[in-house]
């Protein structure tokens, strides 16, 4: 089954239990990662609720395949459903998924997210063919989209714009669903309890271009050793509500494929043959062709080594987090700046 945006509004109202595992894709990394926690939320009141929420990349997976099997047996100590959220799946995952599927899911709820996959791909048709299974494809919002959530975001908030605002509005919002909402919501902050119309001083003075920004920026940014990106990246992020250990676990994943694509460049295997045993994404091969720019398997272990060890610290020390995510990834920025 697929849902377009009605039928998931629908479902969002009144989840239908017969449908239990979510497939949410596409090119609008923040629309996915939207979707799937309004999905998760359908099963659990709280995402901070460890027995009843967990979060996994494909990454964990590789090293841990039997993981995801065991967290769908498990049973809630405090009762009532469990959701779990597969980030980071790919084609690659797919005979993962499959090897599940065939589990009970009464007491669970299995959300995946996955990138820009093709309708024919392997991983969408497993969902698809299942009869408790729903795929829901995640694009770039069109100008539709992104003036029904204006009127959703600063409508909440009792506030008009006025044309030259919603103009600039729907040119520089609408790449990425979760920047969009940050952005609107920033500026609802910023016009407090003033019930004017918003007008265009307003808009360019709280307002960036947001279209080409998302989570995976953050990541693309360290790896490539784009210092001033990362930077401007992670402070959108960070207001955004995103979590240290989302950065550093989705960096992590990246890591173990970058070093296991570098490991097979070092025996002399070719590197686009490399990125394919790698399990990356043959719509990341580009990009990942610049993060390893001849690159080999040692920098990408220690970068790694780093990465987690700041997750330990995150968990153990009792400072700051978000400081010592920062901190991780701005070494490897410049790790990874360096030429």
């Keep these: 089954?697929?849902?377009?945006?009605?039928?998931?509004?629908?479902?969002?109202?009144?989840?239908?239990?017969?449908?239990?595992?979510?497939?949410?894709?596409?090119?609008?990394?923040?629309?996915?990662?939207?979707?799937?926690?309004?999905?998760?939320?359908?099963?659990?009141?709280?995402?901070?609720?460890?027995?009843?929420?967990?979060?996994?990349?494909?990454?964990?997976?590789?090293?841990?395949?039997?993981?995801?099997?065991?967290?769908?047996?498990?049973?809630?100590?405090?009762?009532?459903?469990?959701?779990?959220?597969?980030?980071?799946?790919?084609?690659?995952?797919?005979?993962?998924?499959?090897?599940v599927l065939d589990s009970d899911f009464s007491n669970t709820l299995l959300i995946i997210e996955a990138g820009d996959l093709r309708k024919d791909s392997s991983l969408v048709k497993t969902i698809k063919a299942e009869k408790f299974g729903v795929v829901i494809p995640c694009y770039r919002d069109k100008t539709q989209d992104v003036t029904a959530l204006m009127?959703?975001?600063?409508?909440?908030?009792?506030?008009?714009?006025?044309?030259?605002?919603?103009?600039?509005?729907?040119?520089?919002?609408?790449?990425?669903?979760?920047?969009?909402?940050?952005?609107?919501d920033k500026l609802v902050l910023y016009m407090g309890n003033e019930k004017r119309a918003i007008n265009l001083e307003d808009v360019r003075l709280m307002v960036g271009d947001s279209s080409a920004e998302s989570v995976f920026d953050v990541v693309d940014a360290a790896l490539l050793g784009n210092l001033p990106v990362l930077e401007k990246t992670l402070n959108k992020a960070f207001f955004s509500g995103e979590s240290s250990i989302t950065f550093l676990r989705l960096i992590q994943n990246q890591l173990k494929q970058l070093h296991k694509a570098a490991s097979f460049i070092d025996k002399g295997i070719s590197s686009s043959d490399a990125l394919k045993k790698s399990g990356i994404p043959f719509f990341n091969h580009q990009k990942a062709q610049a993060q390893l720019s001849r690159r080999g398997s040692k920098h990408f272990a220690t970068c790694l080594d780093i990465i987690l060890k700041a997750e330990m610290d995150c968990k153990t020390t009792g400072n700051p987090d978000e400081a010592i995510c920062r901190r991780a990834l701005l070494r490897i920025g410049m790790a990874n700046n360096k030429r």
């Design 151 to 184: 009127r959703e975001v600063l409508g909440a908030a009792g506030l008009t714009t006025d044309t030259a605002a919603s103009e600039y509005l729907r040119q520089n919002l609408g790449s990425d669903r979760a920047i969009s909402r940050q952005e609107l």
């Design 1 to 99: 089954m697929e849902f377009k945006a009605p039928q998931l509004a629908n479902y969002l109202k009144s989840p239908d239990k017969s449908l239990r595992v979510f497939l949410c894709y596409g090119q609008d990394e923040g629309l996915v990662r939207e979707r799937s926690k309004s999905l998760c939320l359908t099963a659990v009141d709280s995402l901070d609720d460890p027995f009843c929420y967990v979060e996994l990349t494909a990454g964990d997976l590789t090293d841990d395949p039997a993981r995801l099997m065991d967290e769908i047996g498990a049973i809630s100590m405090m009762g009532g459903e469990r959701a779990i959220r597969l980030r980071g799946a790919g084609n690659t995952t797919t005979n993962l998924v499959k090897s």
